[in-house]
């Protein structure tokens, strides 16, 4: 109850301006009780990704359960987040400026936010398991970040989008779905194989959270450390 | 002068906090005359725009008379900016909140930034041209728009960008630009031409700049506009 009062208070009065106290006020409860529960205003932010990241679960159980295609299955796991967050549009566009930061413990980037973000990502795992087409093999170990990641880039789209009922970021969904599934299927292609381990280790290092950066299956790039620095750039035709 | 003393009041007190007549102040014009040079605080960025695309322009000069290579020609041209946009690090990230929502008229991709940003995909172009890799020829019309994409995708990430001298930065450059020039060159693999085209109208339909979007060269899908929301979601395998 603390927790939906808050959300209520930030979607009418903002984020910044919304108080602890007013909080437990407009629950009816003590301060002292309020910071029981929640033990500051950033905790709530916490609280809210946790519930958000159930809800998402919760709504994709459908077309988990019933599609084994896995385009349709992408789609269903970004429509049904786009169904659960639309109540808060309003206030993820005006929350967004406290939480774009990656320094920020309000990030979906941060260490505080570990909680809610594997559980997205174990939703993806399943997506990906559960699929028809599967990735190449060294691209599956990262993949389910990926697409968390991917999930991010929707996200940042959504915050921003101005049309009605978000028509625009569900567009996005539907356009990009069968391309990601597309993309997907043409990991396993042998010549790729390089490229896709580069990009893999790039979004790896440098997008991905830092704890999950050592995760099982990463490996150093082939041309070894030096590439960052040292080694010829020019060595980027493959054999077209 | 206006516009340099309003980039350094910007700096100094955030740009929220500094008024057309403090900048007229300490620049030793009248208010009126400030006004005369410049309609508005929105104005006052757009001339940062300007200026930063011009000197962006003069200092890739070097690298795209030297190098014909196309991943140090990318590399050359990022770094540039870089080196020319560090001065401004700490303004942009507390003016960043002003401009990352597309519909403000100090967002890269407004209708009021369209002068600057048509300056930077001018020097991608150029950066194309002069290079000894060819993209595949479809891809290529679009090729200095997605550039500039992805330079905006530099932007956000030095944005927050903590690292000393924003060296994570560098870094990223140093180890995307052998990539992003490998892609290039794999974007000629006729089996992947279908992925490619759809990519590219995506991220023409969704992230480029209204202005853009009816670009010459932009076709529509091949699928049509049935494709957007009615048509089949699992026509992903392609031929792998």
Redesign the interface.
């Known amino acids: 109850m603390i927790l939906d009062t808050a959300l209520r208070l930030f979607r009418e009065r903002g984020y910044d301006r919304t108080t602890m106290r007013a909080i437990a006020q407009e629950a009816g409860v003590s301060v002292g009780n309020a910071y029981y529960y929640f033990a500051s205003k950033e905790h709530l932010v916490q609280g809210f990704y946790d519930q958000m990241a159930e809800e998402h679960t919760a709504a994709a159980q459908d077309v988990l359960a019933k599609e084994t ?4 299955r992408l ?1 269903g796991v970004l429509l049904a987040w786009l169904d659960v967050a639309e109540p808060y549009h309003e206030f993820a566009a005006q929350f ?2 406290n939480a ?4 920020s413990p309000l990030s979906p980037f941060s260490d505080e936010s570990e909680g809610p973000r594997e559980a997205v990502i174990e939703l993806h795992r399943r997506l990906l398991a559960g699929a028809d ?1 599967k990735a190449d093999p060294e691209l599956a170990v990262q993949l389910p970040r990926l697409l968390w990641l991917q999930q991010m880039g929707l996200v940042l ?1 959504w915050v ?1 989008d ?1 049309s009605e009922n978000c028509a ?1 970021s569900r ?2 969904v ?6 990601v ?3 997907i ?2 990991s ?2 042998r ?2 194989r390089p ?1 896709v381990r ?2 893999t280790d ?1 979004l790896g ?2 997008l991905l959270p830092a704890g999950d950066r050592t995760a099982p299956g990463r490996r150093p790039s082939p041309a070894g450390p030096g ?3 040292g080694a010829d ?6 054999n ?1």
């Open positions: 295609g896995l385009a349709r789609r967004f400026k774009a930061d990656p320094a087409i789209y921003h101005r625009r567009a996005l539907e356009r990009t779905s069968p391309l599934a597309r993309a299927a043409a396993r292609f010549v790729l490229l580069e990009v790039v290092e440098f590439n960052v620095t750039p020019e060595n980027v035709t493959g077209p």
